[in-house]
Every structure is written in structure tokens, then in C-alpha cells.
């Protein structure tokens, strides 16, 4: 389901602004006479409390006249000096007399793109020259020349990278990627030195002009998928883009399924191993996340880290995941409908076990279990945003108030904490953030099915789970790809993970084998 | 939006139309494990029903009784089920029957009245299990009820641990569930076999011996527990058990003159045949088994060997022998002789059916049966503390 852009604007939270002087002056070009830039300078900057116009003389006689317009909060301090260092580039130039340094002989320098020591843009629009500053870069404008000097001085502080922290491994790399989207393309490049690795950028939202990168791997990714993704991304310029999920609306094909279409990642080796695997990623300067399409359901249980470990280890790995999926997914409803249906399928001794636990809690099960679920989540989202220092008193309180308090004032039975903290457990053994938070919102009308059909209420609720799940599509690939439709070849790398040898020839390398689409039109 | 509003509002009436109708919490029924069934007053059927007593071990210190455990509830009717749907009158809760475990029929009951009719109701209900085991009770079935359970939850829990853990262990008893008694009652030979329970002569304890003979779903007889277990060697039922046979040539006035050897594996057949309407049936047999204690004997040869399985064999033979003469005097053919005849011939089984009970009676046994000690456990084949050579 796609929105219409128009909507999708609107809802950014920027409402459009026809008449900003930022905005409207793309094209304009810069005026010649420095009076008239300057003014209009300042003019797009007002209010701008951290940007330094300085005006400068220069030439033998000081006659001739220049002004400088950066950020102050951007540009790095030992670069401010550029106008020195603009005349120093021409001084080894032999540009005629050199006694006198008039503002034709600059212009004929830059313009004719003269080795200089740092290298300087040369704008001719009053867009180029707000957008340059704006990048953190020193502007010269020069009296009687229509073009303006850029010098890059970015300087901002920016975060080490250190371990992946929402995906920590035991074995295998340890680095994440950063706030930086070229730095973040750079490590990619680095690990993946092949010129099919391919980079696009686009600039998003007029206010906020970010950075966006997406890349693949031709001959690896499929045609169709990569047009349908460059279809779908093609509008993204006109909205803001403040982080890397604010993508997926654009890239998916159902912003209402519960189900997570893409995935993210934080790791440069889970983003190398997605390219190989035909996977197109996406990146947004200011964001660590990369995120990677389309995402099909399997891949949800994966992470790169099994393929670092044995492959029978690994294999029991994603068993287990799967496992902690219908767990996490059924196990509250499940015992809704046991107890309050079916309770001649529960083997007697656990039976009259239950029946000891169970006796004088003063709620129906559902309501019980509704209430533990609530204190969970309650707790979890506390957790998250809480400080660290004060997030483990939450949890204390939480096990005592949950554990503890609860049992003995016997408003919830002890079986049913086992059963929502199992519940929470497995839930926290997915890989995949958004698929845990996917399961997390279908426990609840599961359960409120497994409370008034019992089995049959949660056989029917599951069903249309698989129902929408077989009807789901990433990027128009079928979601359940691998089980429906049906690869033997692909089953190699779903649940069981095959030695590393067998998994060369599965498709994952299948440019290997057949020299991609490209090899085949050179055969 | 119309469309999705629609199957929303579907969606909910049908939820609150056709769901919730058999939602009912844990704690809303009584749990039975286990029930007698009496004789009553006037003719009445007496209903004693043990219900197990969720105890919660919250927040309270003290070690609940066991016996406090089961609550015991006595109703009766005419009927079962009459019976059965008063509990709540005097109970507060529905009786739950999916977890019983064990019924109990008084022995004056099932002397007197129809086993199949007072059966009927646990195998036609959808609650009951098939498996639920049906056993006879030695006086009032209801006092059995009352007896405290040794470790297990409930006594319904012990009497069916009981049941199947004797009669897989020391073979004195059979086990038998109730699907399986229907099959047996409706078979032509009509007869069944169904465990017996017995009170010790201090009435505080239980034990589950012995095998109540059925015919024409009455109670005819009890076997001892001897002929029990040459019972279920004859049924080729006989899982794992100790024969005993006494020494040879030992002197009466001995106590210990008894030897015993575990049995491992036993397989019998049972080939009837039928010469102008006398009944012969040939009994074949095989025993493999271990010794498990020796007092006299010393097997030191082959020969020995021979010599020592064929004494058990011949105690065997003598022990069926005698549990085939209990069952003709009282004319029950359980061990199923009809069964087989009419399999092989129904149209002769047609001609002696009227007159099988009489032919039963009067029919000819060849018993053989073969003893093959395959170890001597983890000794040799003397004696403790005796010389090996």
C-alpha cells in the first residue's frame, strides 16, 4: 500500500514554505558587485548567530576587496585563513607581473582550475554559496568576479566507532559503523573491493538536505528488484530523512503488516554479507543503521554470526530461534485455551499442579494474563529509556513487584509468570528487533482469540497469520520465499545452515557459478 | 474504509455470539480423580466421588495434609448420571471427569448388577477417558476412597499406579482400561478379566492383588494371586514377574525351600481343537528366564541346568493346571478358547454356543511348557557363600 506523496509530506511535521529567501534562490546568480552579495548574504542568514561574514583587502595596495562567510560552530579554526591561502595558491603561478594581484588574474586561475594546494570549488549560484556554508565550508566572495570560492573546513566531532552495540557478537568483527554516511560507505568499499559494489547518493528534504546512500552489488542483485527499489526511492528527495527508518515506508510494500519488510543492521560485516547475498542496502548520513531489502522472513533468524560458528551449532541455533518464535508468538494463548477449554489436554499431575497455583487468583486467565503482559511491557519500555544507572532499580522493582508481590497477594499465579517472562525470553532471542516487536503486537489478539474459541480461536488466528504472511511481499519478492514458493535449493541456508563448501554453490553465489547476468551476455 | 469497518463489526459479533460458550476457568470445577460406585438404600446406585483439593502452598508455612488433599462427595440416583449431576448440589462445583483415574466397583455390586450398565455412562460422556481403569473393590468401594495416599497426589493417582506398575512388575493383577473391558464383554466368550482391590485387615491400607473373574458381565469369582499370575501366562498377558519353585527333595519342615527366577520373557499359545464336541487345547509355553535367587540348587553342568528348568516348568505346569480347573468349575472361559474357536469357524462356534459353558467346563488341557535359564545374573550358579567347584 502506498501513500501518495503529497500525504506523506504533510505529515513530515515541515509544512511547505513557498516564500523562505533559502529556498527560493537556487538558481539565482551570484551578483558580480560585492555590496549587493554581501547584502544578500545576509539577508539568507539572518539570525544566524554563528556565521562570520569578515570582509578583506587584499592586493599590493590593499585596493582590492573580498568577504568570507562561514559557520563559525562548522568550519575547522586553522582553515579560517583562506583568503591568505587563495593568494598564496597563485603566488608559484606564473600569472604575469606578479606585482600586481587583481581579481581577473583569481578568477583566471580558479576558472582554469590551477594546482593549488587545497582544493577550492568554485560556486556560481547563491544556492551553491548558501548550501557550501551551510556544509561547513569557508565562502569567498570577490569583488567584480560573479563566482564565490569554496574551501572545505568541515570539522565536527564525531563518535568513535566501537562495538556493534544492538548487535554484539562473540566470534567475528566487533566494529560498527558511525554517524558518518561516507565513512560508513568507505568501510563497506573497503571490505568489499569490487567495482560492481555500486553507491548512489541522493539529497533529501529542502531544510535538511541529508545525505542518502544506497548500494548493491551488480550482477548479484536481481534487475527487477534494483528497478522496483529505484522506483520506489525515486520521490524520497522531497521529505525529510531524518534517519535510516524513516526509508522504509518509502520501501516496503505494506506499512500496515505488523511484519518488518526490511532489516537493519550496525554491522559493516551483516551489511558485506547482504550485498553478496543480492541484498540493496540503504544509508543516511547522521544514522549508524544500514538498512537492508527486501527482507524476506527467514532472514529475520539470521545473524552473520552464524556462519562463523560449526555449521551443526548453527543449525541448532536457528532451530532454537524458530522455536522461541512459536514460543514467544503462542505460548500465552496457548495456555489461555488450555486452561480455560481445554483443560483434559494438560497431563494430570501438571494438571493438579496448575489447579495448587491456580486456585483463588480472582481473575479469568485472560485478564491475568493480559495484566502480567501489561506489567511487562510496562517494564520493558521502561527499561529502555530510563538512564543505565537507574534502569536496574526498575528491574528490581519490577522482578519484586512482578515476581514477588504479585504471587503472594495471589493476583497472579505463578504458572502464569512462567509463562509470560518464558514469553518475554523468547522474544528477546530473536536477532531482529522488529520481528520481536512484530510477535509482541499478535500476542494480543491471539490470546483474546484463544480466551473465546480456545484452540480453535487460536488454530484460526494462526491461520491468517500464515495467510497474510503467504500473501506478503518485499519489494515484490514473496515473503515466505524459500518455503512458498518452494527452493530445495535456498533450504540449505534456512533453518539448517550447510557447511560453508555445500553453501558455495547456493545462491547466495550465484554470480560465482554463472558469472551473473552480466557473465551470461559475455558467454 | 467501509469494507474493513464491516468485516470489523462481523469480526466482533461473531466473537461475542459463538465464542466464550465453553470458556470455564480452571477453578470452576472439581477435578475428579477417582469414583466408587455402591450399592444404596432402596436400590439406589451410590456415588462416592473424589475430588482432588487444590491447596495452594503461598504464603502459607504449614505442610498441607495429604489427606486433605481428596474431598470425597457421596450422592445417589437411580441412575449414574442422576447421581453424578447432584454433586454440584452438595460439592458447588461441576464435576470435571477428563482426569479421573481409576473406578471402583463394590464387590456386592458386581455380584448383583450389570457391570455394562453401570459402565455405560463413563464410555457415552465425552468427558471420561477410555483409559480410565476399572477395577472391583473387596466390601464398600466408597471406603476405599478414604484411605490417605502414600506420596502421589490423590489415592485415585496411587490406585492406578498401583495397578499398572503391579501388574507390569510382580504380575499378580492385571491391568486393563475401560475401552478395552468393553471389548473383552462383548466378546463370544463374554468373559472378562478385571483387577481386584482388597483392604489389609487393619483397613487403613490397600492393595491391588488378584483378578476378578467377569461372565455375563457379573462377578463370578476372584482368583488368588498364584492363580492370577498362571492367569496371565496362560493369556500370554504376563509382562515381567518371579516364579518360585521349591527346592528338590527339600524337606518340608525347611523354611527356606524355595528358589525363584526372574522371568524375562514369556510367550504362549493357545490352539484349541474340537473332535465330536469334546474341546482339547493344546498350551505351548516358552519362558525365558533369569535366576534370581539360589538357595539348593547348584548349576554347575549342563545337565544340572536341564535338571533345574525342568522343575520350574513342572511348578508352572501345575500352577496353570490349577488355575484352569478354578476357571472351569466356575465355567468362565476368559482365556478366551470361545474367541478362538469362533475365529476359526463361526458357524460351529454358532452350533456350540448354547452349550459352551458345559463344554468349557468339561474340556482337556495339554500343558507344555519349556523354562530356558539364559543367566545366572551376576553370579555363578551356586549359592552365596557356597564353594564354586
Redesign the interface.
Known sequence: MRKNPTYRQATSGIPPQPETPSSTSHAEPIPGLLPDSLQRMKEIFAGCGDLEVTAWQYGPKLQQSAFSVYFQTLARSDRRSFLRETLQNLVFHDIGPATEVTVEEVAHFYEHRGASASSAELLATVGEAVRGALDGKVVIFFDGWNKALAYDALHLEQRQPSEAITEPSVQGPHVSTIENLDRNVGVLRSLLKSPNLKFEFITAGEQSNRKIAYGYLSGSVKEETLAEFKRRIADVGQAEILETSYLEEWIEDSSYSPFPQVRYTERPDTAVSALLDGKIIALVNGSPSILICPGIFLEFFVTSEDYYYRTVFSSLIRFLRMFAFIIALMLPSTYIALSTFHSELIPTVLLLAILNTREGIPFPALVEALIMEFFFELLREAGIRLPRPIGSAVSIVGALVIGQAAIQSQIASPVMVIVVALTGIASFALPQYNMAIAIRILRFPLMLLAATFGGLGIMVGFLLIYLHLSQLRSLGQPYLASFGPLDISRLRDTLIVFPRLALLRSPRNRHLRRGGPKGKQRA | MRPLFSIAAALLLL?LT???W??????E?G?VQAVAIDHGEDGLLQLTTLF?N??????MGEEVKAAQKGINISTSGKTLFEAIRDVPMKFGRKA?W??M?VILIGEQLARSQNIREILDYFSRDH?P?GTVLPLIAEGRAGDYLKIPPYIE??VG?QYKKMETNGSLYSAKTTSIPLYELAIHLKSPSRASDIPFIHKSDSGRTATISKIAMVKDSKLVTVLEEKDSEAYLMLTDRYKSGIVEFPCLGAAKAEINDKESVEVISLVSTIVPHIEDDEVTVDIDVRIKAMIGELRCSHLKSAADTRKFESRIAERVEERMAHALSQLQRNQVDVIGIGNRLYRKSPKLWKRLEPSWDELFARSRFRIKVQVEVISTGMNVGTPFGQKED
Open positions: 466473537l459463538a465464542g466464550c465453553d470458556n470455564h476457568e480452571l477453578d470445577y477435578y482432588y487444590p491447596s495452594s502452598k503461598m504464603g470435571k477428563d482426569h483415574r468427558e477417558r497426589q490423590t493417582q
